[in-house]
């Protein structure tokens, strides 16, 4: 691997959109996870319905922000991509 | 109307190609203030989880069990209000540093400076200084670059897993944890939370940098917002510097000729590789690195300190500053009282807490002896430090009855005691026969050690109609 002198490769525009949106959707969903979390106990929700990765809280408040943070990348990504402006239309 | 100069506009794409910034060590006032802010804040980090309180930690965020452990204090999820109480004030606080001092906050005390720093002495530990820096990255790999840089990455990796195993120890017991790593039978969420965020701290203090502050950090957007023309900002003063250019040592200036030599100094100290002289910017952190280069210059050339310094813009136009404005003065007095509210909040937070639910599967149940029964499950929850005893009593329109009567709760400190209950009334009233119907009702848990200490709770009490 040889190192880069004292450049750096160009990310592209895509993947810093890409980080943008994960970040922000990341920031988000924090404070989701916390704000839901500080509200709801899983234990005290996990009667027989629960689905079977009910287990733990601990378990319980990882997929809760990984939902979460799937949940905000949604809304971030939408928002990147309507915020584009729309090509010119080719009618022809 | 005279047409006002065209101003000068420095466009440059949000998004470039990215220049490797190797910011040269400095040393001076406030190299010294830094270290000594990096020593204290990293310091505060990864011992307290060490410090003990009785024979608990002393500051846990328990997330399995649900408890907040501040010292001698314990928050319960019911308590969030003073998470939130305390985030408002951090912002606020943020808010009123920043309209007085600047980017303080992010040139001293920002997590990304700390570990950034602390990983730049690492990486000149292994490396050498900037130039040095600079040729090892350029030369082609050999032994010699490959132990160096393997030894950077011993060091940036040890330390980047050791700060990870110190912030899941905020969350869960770290002696137990530190235990668990010694036998190897840590569990699988505490494994990816301490490689997830040793690889945080890792990608953002040895690679991404200033990127972090440049395109990443919401607060480098907004922070703008609370400048004013009174703010300390670290300027370069371009009526004494200009026109620059180099001279001997002790040679006088050529008439002209301002103090700025032209060493660069201060561009090459810029852990944002940013050139002070072209203005402020606001990839600025403020660090105050290159007003300690140029100190160090100054002296050397046998000039005045303080060609870049801090400084506000009406001092730079010979207007007066003034500290009590009335943004500062409207932040203070928000902050001021947002904490005197919280300690006094903090301070009188009942000890106690009840939550009282109704049993979901019958409303209510009629005895032979035509009273109505309805059941709940009562919820003691005793946030002081040491073992209280509760008595619990239900009242209403009529007497009530609480089944098991006239008992005594003995609830441990910190400990959440659940019971069911069953509390018993008249269907009819005794003398005119009517019907009583459904009603809220009010739980009082009392403290049998205490009578101040007591809290209520309403619940509904259901009963036949007819």
Known sequence: ???????????????????????????????????????????????????????????????????????????????????????????Q | MNALPKPEVHEQPLYFRHQKVYPREVSGRYARLRTLSVWVLLGIFYLLPWLQWGDRQAVLFDLPARKFF????????????????????????????????????????????????????????????????????????????????????????????????TFVGFFTPIRALAGEIATLSMGGWEVFWVLFYG???????????????????????????????????????????????????????????????????????????????????????????????????????????????????????HKPTRVLRPRVILYGALLTSLIGGFVAAVALRSPVSLDVLRDRNTMYRLTDDGNVDNVYTVRILNKSEHERVFVLEASGSSPLTLLPAGREYRVPEGAIYSLPIRVRRAAYDPESQAVLGPETITFTLRAADDADTSVDTEARFLAPIK
């Not at chain 1, 234990?43 to 990882?62: D, F, H, I, K, Q």
């Not at chain 2, 001293?108 to 990983?119: I, S």
């Not at chain 2, 023309?229 to 040592?249: H, N, S």
């Open chain 1, 1 to 91: 691997m040889s190192p880069p002198a004292t450049e750096r490769p160009d990310l592209g525009a895509a993947a810093r959109a890409a980080g943008i949106v994960l970040w922000s959707a990341f920031l988000a969903a924090a404070v989701a996870t916390m704000l839901c979390f500080a509200f709801l106990d899983p234990a005290a929700l996990s009667n027989g319905e629960a689905p079977g990765w009910w287990t733990s809280r601990l378990r319980v408040y990882a997929v809760g922000f990984f939902f979460f943070w799937l949940v905000c990348l949604l809304a971030a990504g939408l928002s990147w991509y309507l915020g584009q402006p729309a090509g010119p239309r080719r009618s």
């Open chain 2, 70 to 165: 501040i010292l001698g204090l314990v928050f319960w999820p019911q308590d969030f209000i003073f998470l939130t109480w305390l985030l408002i004030i951090a912002a606020l606080a943020l808010f009123f540093f920043t309209a007085i001092g600047g980017r303080l906050w992010c040139g001293y005390a920002c997590p990304q400076t700390v570990w950034t720093e602390a990983f730049l002495w690492m990486e000149q530990l292994a490396e050498g200084d900037r130039p040095a820096r600079m040729k090892l990255d350029r030369a082609p790999w050999d032994a010699r670059k490959l132990a160096r840089k393997t030894l950077k990455q011993v060091l940036w990796v040890s330390f980047a897993l050791w700060t990870g195993f």
């Open chain 2, 199 to 317: 690889f945080a701290t890792y990608g953002n203090a040895g690679y991404l940098r200033e990127q972090v502050c440049k395109y990443m950090c919401p607060y480098a957007r907004f922070q703008g917002a609370m400048f004013d023309r009174d703010t300390l900002v670290i300027t370069y003063d371009t009526e004494r510097g200009e026109p620059r250019g180099a001279r001997r040592r002790g040679v006088e200036p050529l008439a002209k000729q301002g103090d700025c030599v032209d060493c660069t100094w201060c561009v090459q100290v810029c852990p944002t590789g940013i050139d002070i002289r072209d203005g402020l910017q606001i990839d600025c952190i403020a660090c105050a690195a290159c007003i300690d280069a140029c100190d160090t210059v100054m002296d050397k050339v046998g000039s005045p300190r303080g060609l870049i310094r801090y400084t506000t813009q009406n001092a730079l136009e």
